[in-house]
């Protein structure tokens, strides 16, 4: 893996190929000497390394009551099998007992690193990318992101490893029993209202929360038929979940649901369909969610926050609600940062990627559904009346495959072909060119007064990144 090992969203890369054993072994350690009580990055966040031993202790976590603790889930691609051995190894090497978690979504983890005191969390799993990748991301103390400071440090770490114990200081690992159930509960508190009289579809992506989706949408009283909730290790992500949406699409019409609900992988993305058969995406989300939280006072300064991807007509639905809108670059990190500078309490991105601060530190795909479908029930409303509070602009999204993205987004002509391109849509239509925080490929974005132009100005643009 050529220049820095994080991209916007933890280490992803080739499983076995850029992203092996070896690799994750010295990452786990690294983090683990860097986030523990001897590190220079321990968390003050609550449930730090300052209240560790009474809590995983006391909850019968098995800890030592003076080793720092560690969760580690994984989503069911098959690498993560691997995966998870090589971490647990690196951060058991480093003095840190290790509870491993199992197949679990990422917020979930996210929600078990603070709610059993541990001093950080590792997730295995590569999102919505192809089965054949595979990523990690660490939470620190209190289930929070890392920033890129600390990042850089562990990165700096993994070159030179501090001494590690032995003995009786070498950490232990166990496995969880009841983590699954401490998450759906927490689900179901967070729930605004039951969902009795919806059916739904729900596309699990063959992934994390194959299980847990159906079993807790079920329980807060919605009908439920589940496609994409067979994983096998090798299906993960295959032609189903939020980045493929015509089966989801089909089964809602043809089950007669209410609406249907994408996942992807890890399940920290969540999109919708109407029952006509039309995509509510997570800026459309975004803005109900938002309305919603106003509507019961729980939108802090009456303020959300968005990246720069946010369709024109968000926007303008936001204006018009009387919604203050803050705008960051692409990736939850860069929400979340934004959401806790300022103490806003919801933000998110048009791919689905939506944090609810009153119950999550980080963006989950399962508890975005529930408040959404909890709306339409309480509503009355069926969704795609709901969703036209957003008239979306049409938007073209490109992807180009490169090698070298900085350098490519950064070429003259490349720059003068965006410029050109703005020139022309003005104040009907915008281009936005950025290089993807986890693959090597260019997004070409445009959105137009019509389909037509904004097709025929990203096609435009792609066409000279294609050929730098």
Do not use: W
């Amino acid at each position: 893996m050529a220049g820095r090992l994080f991209g916007t969203d933890g280490v992803r890369g080739l499983a076995n190929a850029d992203l092996t054993p070896d690799l994750a072994l010295r990452l786990a350690t690294a983090a683990a000497q860097e986030l523990g009580p001897t590190g220079g990055a321990t968390s003050s966040a609550p449930g730090g390394h300052g209240q560790l031993a009474g809590v995983s202790h006391g909850r019968g976590r098995q800890a030592s009551p003076t080793r720092p603790l560690a969760v580690v889930g994984r989503d069911p691609r098959a690498s993560g099998e691997m995966l998870e051995a090589a971490v647990a190894a690196g951060l058991a090497s480093a003095g840190v007992d290790v509870v491993l978690l199992g197949v679990l979504p990422t917020p979930a983890v996210a929600f078990l690193t603070a709610d059993l005191g541990a001093d950080l969390g590792v997730v295995i799993s590569a999102s919505h990318n192809a089965m054949p990748d595979n990523g990690i991301k660490i939470f620190g103390a209190g289930g929070r992101k890392l920033g890129d400071a600390v990042e850089d440090a562990i990165e700096k770490r993994m070159a030179e490893l501090g001494p590690l114990p032995t003995g009786d200081g070498v950490g232990r690992i166990r496995l969880a029993t009841d983590a699954d159930r401490r998450y759906l509960d927490h689900l179901l508190v967070a729930t605004p209202n039951p969902l009795r009289g919806l059916r739904v579809v729900v596309d699990c992506a063959h992934g994390a929360a194959s299980e847990l989706a159906p079993e807790v949408y079920r329980r807060a009283g919605a009908e439920v038929v589940v496609i994409g909730g067979s994983p096998d290790g090798l299906n993960i992500n295959a032609g189903v979940g939020s980045t493929y949406l015509t089966g989801l699409r089909d089964a809602v019409i043809s089950e007669g649901a209410d609406l249907g609900i994408a996942h992807d992988g890890d399940a920290d993305r969540c999109l919708a369909v109407a029952a006509d058969g039309s995509v509510v995406d997570g800026d459309v989300i975004l803005a109900l969610l938002a309305i919603a939280l106003r509507d019961r006072g729980r939108l802090a300064g009456d303020t959300v926050v968005a990246t720069v991807m946010a369709n024109i007509g968000f926007h303008r639905a936001m204006t018009g609600a009387g919604i203050a809108v803050r705008t960051t670059a692409v990736g939850d990190r860069y929400v979340l940062e934004d959401m806790n500078a300022g103490g806003y309490s919801l933000g998110g991105e048009q791919s689905g990627h939506l944090i609810l601060a009153e119950h999550a530190t980080t963006g989950d795909g399962l508890l975005t559904a529930l408040h959404l479908m909890a709306m339409v029930a309480e509503t009355g409303r069926p969704l795609a009346e709901l969703a036209s509070v957003v008239e979306r602009f049409p938007q073209v999204l490109i992807n180009v495959r490169v090698t070298d993205k900085a350098a490519v987004a950064a070429s003259a002509d490349v720059q003068a072909a965006v410029a050109q391109a703005a020139a022309e849509l003005g104040d009907s239509g915008r281009v936005l060119l950025r290089p993807s925080g986890t693959e090597s490929l260019i997004r070409v974005m445009v959105e137009a007064g019509t389909d037509e132009s904004a097709q025929a100005v990203a096609d435009r643009v792609a066409k000279v990144v294609a050929a730098v």
